[in-house]
T-cell receptor, first 114, second 111 residues
Framework: ETGVTQTPRHLVMGMTNKKSLKCEQH?????MYWYKQSAKKPLELMFV???????ENNSVPSRFSPECPNSSHLFLHLHTLQPEDSALYLC?????????????FGPGTRLTVT | EDKVVQSPLSLVVHEGDTVTLNCSYE??????LLWYKQEKKAPTFLFML????IEKKSGRLSSILDKKELFSILNITATQTGDSAVYLC???????????FGEGTQLTVNP
């Protein structure tokens, strides 16, 4: 059973809606990540948080807004999305002090923008 | 620009076959190469490789890294239908927290 949980698992939203994705890790890690996985494309890193501080923003449009209130929780707030934003959104976590890249992934949220 | 290329992109085999998946990379400040298996949703960690020539094994799966030629292979022997998945290769750098992923290899094992 994964130590990283994500809710909701599926989300359908209109282009004018506002919704949030939630991620929680139970592994005692201090780094958390948001990835986007579109069909036929590699996993794309969106945001990185280390010890609650955002350390990377991979040129993500402002309609995606991350929030990391503590090392165990990560949110992705969505507003005025476009149909091309439909994808699987994956959250991951790692231990920065011991990591050589090993990240643990949640099950993802399948987002459809209509 | 960092690049990770996997081949083949898809592969269909019969149970019992042996498969070899390839991953080549071009990155600066290489630290490690990782393999993940993605069945339905969450990629699950398989191996992490940091040194050339040292084979990592887990059951029927094994992997090796060649840092001179900049590639890695993932071998699966005596394949089973449960091995059907997308296998992802990713490279981790010494600077930052970024994993750069390849496109993945879709493996289908037929009974």
């Amino acid at each position: 059973e994964t130590g990283v949980t994500q809710t909701p698992r599926h989300l359908v939203m209109g282009m004018t809606n506002k919704k949030s994705l939630k991620c929680e890790q139970h592994l005692g890690h201090n780094a958390m990540y948001w990835y986007k996985q579109s069909a036929k494309k590699p996993l794309e890193l969106m945001f990185v948080y280390n010890f609650k501080e955002q350390t990377e923003n991979n040129s993500v449009p402002s309609r995606f807004s991350p929030e990391c209130p503590n090392s165990s929780h990560l949110f992705l707030h969505l507003h005025t999305l476009q149909p091309e934003d439909s994808a699987l959104y994956l959250c991951a976590s790692s231990s920065q002090s011991t990591s050589k890249g090993e990240q643990y992934f949640g099950p993802g949220t399948r987002l459809t923008v209509t | 620009e960092d690049k990770v290329v996997q081949s083949p992109l898809s592969l269909v085999v019969h149970e019992g076959d042996t498969v070899t998946l390839n991953c080549s990379y071009e990155v600066t400040n290489f630290r490690s190469l990782l393999w993940y298996k993605q069945e339905k949703k969450a990629p699950t960690f398989l191996f992490m490789l940091t040194s050339s020539g040292i084979e990592k094994k887990s059951g029927r799966l094994s992997s090796i890294l060649d840092k001179k030629e900049l590639f890695s292979i993932l071998n699966i022997t005596a394949t089973q239908t449960g091995d059907s998945a997308v296998y992802l290769c990713a490279v981790y750098k010494t600077s930052g927290s970024r994993l750069t992923f390849g496109e993945g290899t879709q493996l289908t094992v037929n009974p």
